[in-house]
């Protein structure tokens, strides 16, 4: 199975260092030296990782074969793809895989459903489930333990414990403003 590790970024540098988005959360296995990486567009590789580093809070890589700003340019949006065992597990328990989380059922504490998890997005406070609902339309959970409170893998779905509002109507209105609006304090 194909999985993207990591987005090539602009150019660092004149010695072929990139700056990556990082789009694993095992970094230091993914995407150490010796790496050989598949990449999307195909024709831009393989890439073996030459070397890494951290640079103000950003990794740098130098793939072997490019040595210049220049071909370094050339992999800007490139992404980095590694071959993983399907059967292969994080190495935190809590922890999931992409390709294990999409096509849970959603339901909610009591059974409710809510859709299909049809992708996951990455952002930089949190991940996101991207839920396609019986009616074709779509909700975004965030993952997180508070919402997300069990994935059960063998059953083949996701429980949360939404907020209101989350994926329904029945959002609370946390402020009093507007109900004394006019009275000097």
């Given at each position: 199975?194909?999985?993207?590790?990591?987005?090539?970024?602009?150019?660092?540098?004149?010695?072929?260092?990139?700056?990556?988005?990082v789009?694993?959360?095992e970094?230091?296995?993914?995407?150490?030296p010796?790496?050989?990486?598949g990449?999307?567009?195909a024709?831009?590789?393989?890439l073996t990782?030459?070397?890494?580093?951290?640079?103000?809070?950003?990794?740098?890589?130098?793939?072997e074969?490019?040595?210049?700003?220049?071909?370094?340019?050339?992999?800007?949006?490139?992404?980095?793809?590694?071959?993983?065992?399907?059967?292969?597990?994080?190495?935190?328990?809590d922890?999931?895989?992409?390709?294990?989380l999409?096509?849970?059922d959603?339901?909610?504490?009591?059974?409710?459903?809510?859709?299909?998890?049809?992708?996951?997005?990455?952002l930089?406070?949190?991940?996101?489930?991207?839920?396609?609902?019986?009616?074709?339309?779509?909700v975004?959970?965030?993952?997180?333990?508070q919402?997300?409170?069990?994935?059960?893998?063998?059953?083949q779905?996701a429980?949360?414990?939404?907020?209101?509002g989350?994926?329904d109507?029945r959002?609370?209105?946390?402020?009093?403003?507007?109900?004394?609006?006019?009275e000097?304090t």
């Amino acid at each position: 199975m194909q999985l993207v590790v990591a987005r090539i970024g602009r150019a660092h540098g004149i010695k072929g260092e990139v700056t990556v988005e990082v789009r694993t959360d095992e970094p230091e296995l993914r995407l150490a030296p010796g790496a050989v990486l598949g990449t999307d567009p195909a024709s831009a590789g393989p890439l073996t990782i030459a070397t890494g580093r951290v640079h103000s809070g950003r990794l740098l890589l130098r793939f072997e074969g490019v040595a210049d700003r220049t071909a370094a340019e050339e992999l800007r949006n490139t992404l980095l793809i590694a071959d993983v065992d399907p059967e292969e597990l994080p190495e935190e328990e809590d922890e999931y895989y992409d390709h294990q989380l999409i096509d849970l059922d959603v339901v909610t504490r009591d059974g409710t459903e809510v859709g299909r998890i049809t992708e996951i997005s990455h952002l930089l406070s949190q991940d996101l489930f991207i839920v396609e609902r019986p009616d074709g339309s779509e909700v975004m959970i965030p993952f997180v333990e508070q919402i997300v409170t069990e994935i059960d893998l063998a059953e083949q779905k996701a429980v949360i414990d939404p907020p209101p509002g989350l994926i329904d109507d029945r959002a609370e209105i946390a402020t009093s403003r507007g109900e004394d609006e006019g009275e000097p304090t």
